[in-house]
Each structure stands twice: as structure tokens, then as C-alpha cells.
């Protein structure tokens, strides 16, 4: 029997139960069925979860690259494996075969040996969504050096402190990048960020915008013309299964970003099953997820999990906005896609547009529709399920993180029945638990606990590069034995979860766990709200009051803010009840994102306590200047 997909509900149920008897076993026989191992491994996982040491497929020797490429040559060497998306769409679409892939992979990787990159050296990847990102990024995993992608709307200071502390060797990066009706210099950025970069001895640049740019001698060095020169063959590196595949920077609640280290084998293993199950792939499916590849859901789910999978995957340049709001609709409609993920802000900002622009497109090859990042708020899980899934794709919410390599909580399509904002059912082999503030495990229902897991799965990040007690202390001394996510969820009689938010948004107000995302729902659902973001400050009688931000829709602009506010209130009552009521209100024309749309609620927090000073880093807010704007405007 193969473990690797899952035909139906009972089906799930045996392999789940499977997955937590005989981890191993389960393990063993999914890794050994479906990828390409030059050796085998010792023990399938070997743990301590006190010191946070966690090895898969010990002893094992592999390679991605040869895993994502050439084991699908002979069957499908001329399969699209990536269509290629222009920002602007007069542009040509591309549409790169795996034969071409292997091509320009082992071209670029040969470059790379001949610039002296060797196994376990660092490359920072500087890119914007083109081609060339994923094929420096198997290249790298071609040659075992370990890629670590810095998303290129990040400024020159968040890439030094990202370069330096892993000592890149080399840099790719390209003269400039279109966004939308924008071209972002990046290559100045980068000429800014190293002359804090002592480490890094050679940039390698792509040709994207024709923008002018200054080329450091002895430093610099066009990409294309030693493209040209190389040789397509090229031997790939045997790595071992615990040998780094990349380094993910992601922001902490305090200090600096952590560099999350995703190992070889386990993370293929992960992200290729998850991939497969999660979206139901078959195939000729097309698969277009739009996260930036910058971040883990572009690494996971559109690069790593789909290739090894076989599939096509659209890398798509541009803006949802650009020329217009139907840009993602007529993507889907010109690629045919079959799967399409996104997020919760996506689909928010496109919620508020004029209808016609989803209208006027055909959807129809599609078969699932996915959800990530964040809690999405029930209007908008309807507005998608109605007008883009047409109630006849089912909506994974898929619940996951930067850490743990792959999906861990979603339904899996056509399989789980959906329920509106819960990310419903762990995958096989993840075992979630809930604890309370006491560290002890809750039993009950429809109780906030924080999320927890208790066994390793292939696809947990090893540890953060060069600070192993960070990721000790971080992940792993909370709740002893287990792994701490930092989000609170809840329950419900049928074993649902539901994630409530980070575990530091959830307030206490009169002794009552109130989780952000069902307020926020709550207070969404009113005609005149666009968006809120709700956040606890201190009060006298109950612990916490609650504090809401609120951007309205122009109709909300033309009313009265007293009454407003009253409503506001009313729904919050009739949608979770009176103890969830706020206190003070503040309409606002923003609210503080990062660059992957996540609420910086610690910011708002600040502001509702009146304290302006020492924001903490803000280098990663998309809109910085919201915050003067807000403070300008607490009551
Ligand atoms: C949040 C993104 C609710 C959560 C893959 C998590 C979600 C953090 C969901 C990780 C979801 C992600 N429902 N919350 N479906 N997906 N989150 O590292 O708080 O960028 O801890 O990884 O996003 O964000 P990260």
C-alpha cells in the first residue's frame, strides 16, 4: 500500500493514524517510493526534542535539484514545468520545458562553480519574480550551496543585516524589477547594502529593466555572457539528507530576523507530499500560487513542492492591481490554472474592487482554491468561495509557517468538508496539542490554547543559522517536549482547529480569551468596515479592554462616526458576544503590514498605550508612514 496520496476521507483517517503509530514506517515508505536516493538512510528519524536536535533520514545521500529535474527527464522532459508571467501583459508569457529547465539549471550552476561557489557556501538571492530566481535557487541546490532568498522589496539595510549574518559568498541580483507601473532599482540597493558587506566577493547581475546601473570592477559580472559560455552538463553534488538546503530569514517578536534552516531530505520529503495532498494535484494540472518566492509559501509551493511533483507552476512578475484589478483573473483564465493560492489581504483588497472584474473572466478550469498567511475573516472566505471558487472549488486554508517547512492544518481537497475560518484537520503526521498558560494540555472544546506540536515531521526547520540556543529557547522551552508554533487556536467538537491569531494577539478581557481574528470577523461583517485590527491595552477593571482600528468603505466615510461606532459594537455583541465590545475606536486610512500583509500588531499596541517612542524594527512594513498618520490621529 502507498502512503503517498490520500483517495478519501477514511483513507485520511488510517494514514493519520498510521503517521502517529508508526511515524517511521510511514515516513520510510512515502520517501522511499517517490524520490531518487543515491543511499539510503540509517534511521528514518532520530530526535531530542529537550535539546531541540532533530535529524531525518540519517545517513541518507541525495539531491533536490536531481529530485525537482532530472528524475522527470525521460517521462517528462518536455512538460512545462514553469510559465513564466510578465509584470506587463504585452509581454510574451514563457513557458520552460524541464528539458530547458535542466539546461539553464546546470549552465547556471556551473557559473556558479566557476565563481568559486562550493558545497555549504552561502548565496544571497536578490531577485525579482523571473525565471532566473528559481533557477539560481536549484542551481545552488545543484551544487550544494545553501541559497538564502531575501525578498527584493526589502531595503539595503534589511539585506545587509540578512548577508551578514550568514557570510554570503555571492550575491544575485539584477539590474532593476517591474511592479506593477514601478521599476525598483535593485542592484543600487545592493551596491548600498555591501559596503557593509565584507564577506561577499562577487555579484553576479541578470538583465531585466535595462536600467543603468554601476558595475563594480572586480566585483560585478554580468550573468548572461557566462551563461553563454558554460557547459549544460554538470554533475550534481551528493549531500547528505541533513546538509542545509537554504536559509529563511523571518522576523521575531524581538531582536533580530531569525535565519531558519531548512535541511535536504526532510523538507523534499515534506513539501512534495503536502503539495500533492493538500491541493489534489494531478497530472496536468497548473498550478499557480502568488505568494513572492521570497517568502516560504514561494519557496514551498511554487518552486520546491511543485517540481518535485512534476507539475507546471506559474511564476507570475507582477501586482494583483496592475494594469487593473482583474489582473489575477485573467491569468487564471489565460494559463488555465487549476489551483490557485493566495492570501487573505489578496483577497480583502480584491473583495473591495467592482465585481466585473472577476466576472468578466472565465474561471472554470478551476478545481481548488487555497488561503495562507493569516486567519481569513468569514466575509472575505465567502466572497472567495462564491465569486472565484463559484462555490464549486473547495477552499484549503492552509495553516503553516516559515518554520515548519510545509502545511501542517488544512483541509485537503475534496477530501475534508471545509468549514469557514478553520484550517479543519492536521496533515499526516502532524500532531497538534493546545495548552493552557499552565502548560497544561486542554481537553475542551472551543477553548484558545496555545498551538503546540509534539512529534517532529520531516519538514521543521533544523535549527537558526548560527544561534541554535535562539531556536532552543524560541520553539522548544515554553512547553517542554514540545514544539511552541505562537499561535493560539481552539477546537471544536469535531476536531476543527481554528487559528485564532498569534498567541500574543490573544487578550484577556474580564478573564475571558479573546482571540483577534473572530472580533475582527465580527467587526468586518458591518456594510460600512473595510478592514480592523483590534488589540488589548490595559484597564483598570478588566485586565485588558479592547482597542479597534478600523478603515471604513467610502460609504462609511459620508456617516456619522457616533452612530458608527454603536453599530459597530451591536454586531460585535451579536457575533461573539458583549464581553468582546471595544472600547475606543480609531478610523483609520491604513493599518501596518509587513510586505507579506500580516497586521504588525505590536505597533498598534504601542499607539493604543500612547507610548510613541522606540517602534522596534520596522524594517520589514511595507507602509511605514501609516504610523505617523495614526498617531496623529488617537483620540
Ligand atoms: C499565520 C506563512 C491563520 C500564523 C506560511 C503563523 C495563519 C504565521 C495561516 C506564519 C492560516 C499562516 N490561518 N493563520 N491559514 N497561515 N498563518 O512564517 O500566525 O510567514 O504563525 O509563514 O502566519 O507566517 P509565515
Not at 171 to 187: A, H, P, Q, W
Not at 296 to 314: C, F
Request: overall charge negative; some cysteine.
Amino acid at each position: 500500500m502507498s502512503y503517498y496520496k490520500i483517495e478519501n476521507l477514511e483513507q485520511y483517517f488510517k494514514h493519520y493514524n498510521k503517521s502517529v503509530r508508526e511515524p517511521r514506517k510511514f515516513w520510510g515508505k512515502i520517501a522511499e517510493e517517490n524520490f531518487t536516493w543515491y543511499q539510503q538512510w540509517d534511521k528514518v528519524v532520530d530526535f531530542n526534542m529537550a535539546d531541540a536536535e532533530i535529524k531525518w533520514f540519517t545517513e541518507a545521500k541525495v539531491n533536490m535539484a536531481k529530485n525537482c529535474i532530472d528524475r522527470h527527464l525521460n517521462k517528462r522532459g518536455e512538460k512545462t514545468a514553469i510559465i513564466f508571467e510578465p509584470n506587463d501583459p504585452t509581454e510574451k508569457a514563457l513557458h520552460i520545458s524541464y528539458n530547458e529547465l535542466h539546461q539553464r539549471v546546470c549552465k547556471m550552476a556551473n557559473v556558479l562553480r566557476e565563481q568559486g561557489i562550493e558545497k555549504g557556501d552561502r548565496v544571497c538571492i536578490y531577485l525579482p519574480m523571473i525565471p532566473e530566481l528559481a533557477v539560481s535557487m536549484l542551481a545552488c541546490a545543484r551544487i550544494g550551496a545553501i541559497h538564502s532568498v531575501v525578498f527584493a522589496g526589502f531595503s539595503s539595510s534589511a539585506v545587509a543585516t540578512r548577508i551578514l549574518d550568514s557570510d554570503c559568498k555571492m550575491v544575485i541580483t539584477s539590474d532593476g524589477g517591474y511592479r506593477g507601473n514601478k521599476t525598483i532599482e535593485l542592484k543600487s540597493i545592493i551596491d548600498e547594502a555591501l559596503e557593509k558587506c565584507p564577506s561577499v566577493s562577487s555579484v553576479l547581475v541578470v538583465k531585466r529593466t535595462n536600467t543603468e546601473i554601476d558595475m563594480k570592477s572586480g566585483r560585478d559580472i554580468w550573468l548572461q555572457p557566462l551563461l553563454d559560455e558554460a557547459s549544460d552538463n554538470s554533475v550534481a553534488e551528493i549531500m547528505d539528507s541533513e546538509d542545509p538546503l537554504f536559509i529563511l530569514y523571518t522576523s521575531g517578536s524581538t531582536g533580530k530576523p531569525k535565519g531558519m534552516v531548512h535541511t535536504t531530505a526532510g523538507y523534499m520529503v515534506y513539501s512534495a507530499y503536502t503539495f500533492k495532498n493538500v491541493f489534489n494535484y494531478e497530472e496536468n494540472d497548473i498550478f499557480w500560487c502568488t505568494a513572492d518566492i521570497g517568502w516560504i509559501t514561494g519557496h514551498s509551493y511554487i518552486l520546491y513542492g511543485p517540481l518535485l511533483n512534476g507539475a507546471t507552476t506559474v511564476i507570475f512578475e507582477g501586482v494583483p492591481s496592475y494594469p487593473d484589478f482583474s489582473r489575477f483573473w485573467e491569468i487564471i483564465e489565460k494559463h488555465k490554472v487549476s489551483q490557485f493560492y493566495t492570501a487573505p489581504t489578496a483577497i480583502r483588497a480584491l473583495a473591495k474592487e467592482n465585481l466585473e472584474y472577476v466576472q468578466k473572466h472565465h474561471l472554470k478550469t478551476l478545481k481548488v482554491i487555497g488561503s495562507v498567511g493569516e486567519p481569513i475573516n468569514e466575509e472575505a472566505w465567502h466572497w472567495y468561495n462564491d465569486n472565484v471558487g463559484t462555490k464549486k472549488c473547495p477552499i484549503v486554508d492552509t495553516w503553516w509557517q516559515t518554520e515548519t517547512g510545509g502545511i501542517m492544518i488544512s483541509p485537503l481537497a475534496f477530501i475534508t468538508p471545509t468549514k469557514p475560518t478553520y484550517a479543519t484537520l492536521p496533515l499526516p503526521g502532524i500532531q497538534p496539542v493546545l495548552m493552557n498558560d499552565k502548560g497544561v494540555e486542554i481537553e475542551k472544546n472551543q477553548e484558545v490554547g496555545s498551538l503546540c506540536i509534539k512529534f517532529p515531521w520531516p519538514g521543521i526547520a533544523r535549527t537558526i543559522w548560527g544561534n541554535h540556543q535562539r531556536y532552543k529557547d524560541t520553539y522548544f522551552s515554553a512547553y517542554p517536549g514540545n514544539y511552541f508554533t505562537g499561535d493560539g487556536a481552539l477546537r471544536d467538537e469535531v476536531g476543527y482547529y481554528r487559528i485564532t491569531g498569534r498567541v500574543d494577539d490573544v487578550v484577556i478581557v474580564s478573564g475571558h480569551n479573546l482571540g483577534t481574528a473572530p472580533i475582527e470577523d465580527a467587526i468586518n461583517e458591518h456594510p460600512a468596515v473595510a478592514e480592523s485590527a483590534i488589540i488589548g491595552f490595559p484597564h483598570d477593571v478588566k485586565g485588558n479592554a479592547l482597542y479597534g482600528y478600523v478603515i471604513l468603505k467610502e460609504t462609511g466615510e459620508l456617516r456619522n462616526k457616533e452612530n458608527l461606532f454603536k453599530e459597530i459594537n451591536q454586531h460585535i455583541s451579536d457575533h461573539v458576544g458583549p464581553i468582546a465590545k471595544l472600547d475606543k475606536i480609531q478610523f483609520v486610512s491604513g493599518l501596518p503590514k509587513t510586505r507579506s500583509g500580516k497586521i504588525m500588531r505590536r505597533i498598534l499596541r504601542k499607539i493604543a498605550e500612547g507610548d510613541f517612542s522606540n517602534f522596534g524594527d520596522t524594517s520589514t512594513l511595507l507602509n511605514p508612514e501609516i504610523i505617523e498618520e495614526i498617531i496623529a490621529g488617537k483620540n
